[in-house]
């Protein structure tokens, strides 16, 4: 299932249903637009990292907080095929990992929003 991103008063906003509650442990993440550093649509696969609360099966649910390469990243991922990177700066994740219903879609509004233009 993909999870609900919206662009709204200068954020994006991210909130968890139902069973994501539970194993994301959380029940939604807000980031300022102004802190996005780069918007990718590049499939992850199933990185590794050492998760710092959530769920983690392999290959079949990445959900929570996890520390990959010394930065703090959330996943919220079935598919890595559906999902989108969003990089920040100063806020508590350097990078969000999600999948999305139509992650080339998602990732133009993001991009539109913060004024990321690609040549």
């Known amino acids: 299932m993909a999870h609900e991103l919206r662009i709204e008063n200068g954020k994006i906003k991210v909130e ?8 994301a442990i959380k029940e939604k993440l807000e980031f300022n637009l102004n802190n996005v ?9 199933w990185i590794q990292g050492l998760r ?3 769920t983690g099966l392999p290959e079949v649910i990445k959900e929570g907080r996890y520390i990959i390469d010394g930065k703090k990243a959330f996943f919220a ?3 890595p095929d559906k999902c989108i990177t969003i990089e920040f700066k100063n ?4 990078y ?3 999948e999305v219903d139509d992650k080339e879609k998602i990732a ?3 991009k539109k929003a913060v004024g990321i233009h690609e040549n």
């Open 96 to 98: 969000l990992i999600i």
């Open 91 to 94: 806020e508590p994740y350097s």
């Open 52 to 54: 710092v609360g959530g």
């Open 77 to 79: 991922m079935r598919d």
């Open 16 to 23: 968890f249903h139902g069973l994501e509650k539970l194993a």
């Open 108 to 110: 133009e509004d993001i």
């Open 37 to 45: 550093v780069s918007v990718s649509t590049e499939s992850k696969k």
